[in-house]
Every structure is written in C-alpha cells, then in structure tokens.
C-alpha cells in the first residue's frame, strides 16, 4: 500500500474523531442558539453513524499498517478501547449522563492511535 493511501486513512480517522468531538463538545453550546443543531445534539442515529464509520476505517487503516510492519498490542488494545468507549457512548452505558465524558475519551483514544500510526509509519519511511 502508498505511504498515501495510508496516510488518506489515518488522515480520514483523525478527522471522524474530530468530528465527533466536535458533536460532543460543540453542538450542546450551539444547541442553544439554533435549533437544527439542537436535534443534532441529541439525534441517537448520529452516535451510530460515527460508529459505524470509524470502526472499518479504523480495522483498515491498522490492517493495513499491520501487513506492512507489525503494530505492537498496545496499539491495538488502544484502537479496540477507543472503539469501545464509542460505542458505549452510542449505547449511553453506563448512563446517559455518562455519554459525553465516554464518546470524549473513546474519540480521543482513537484519534491518538492512529496520529501515534501514522507518526510511526512516517518514521519508518
């Protein structure tokens, strides 16, 4: 695989978790002022789209690094956390009070993993 195309992939997970931080963080303080924004804050199907979305970019982006140089454990028990914590998040487990702190920390999880990727593959090239 390019150094591009898997650099357009940790790329493209980096800016989903962003994305989703944004949603957590972001829409709540606009949900005040415009009401679009508000149904988008509280809309379930937005939880499962971002799920849906970063785990198979997520498994492919750290496949295909794992078939050019083998990624430690760590880093796929970080990948598979942060996909956790999403989707318990999504699922608001434990509770729905705790859904913002739980997508937080899986989206940031997630978006360190594949900087801390595509730091290692730039390093290796």
Do not use: Y
Not at 14 to 35: I, K, Q, R, T
Not at 43 to 59: D, S
Not at 62 to 69: E, G, K, M, S, Y
Not at 78 to 95: F, N
């Amino acid at each position: 695989m390019k150094s591009s195309q898997a650099a357009l992939l940790d790329a493209s997970a980096v800016a989903l978790s962003s994305l989703c931080l944004l949603h957590c963080l972001a829409l709540p303080l606009l949900a005040a002022a415009l009401p679009l924004f508000g149904a988008w804050a509280e809309a379930e199907w937005v939880h499962a789209v971002f799920v849906a979305i970063a785990l198979p970019i997520t498994g492919f982006a750290l496949w295909r690094a794992h078939r050019q140089h083998p990624l430690p454990a760590p880093t796929w028990l970080a990948a598979a956390a942060g996909l956790a914590l999403l989707l318990a998040g999504a699922l608001e487990l434990p509770s729905h009070d705790s859904e913002t702190v739980v997508t937080v920390a899986g989206s940031l999880l997630l978006a360190a993993t594949h900087l801390w990727n595509a730091r290692r593959r730039h390093r290796q090239c």
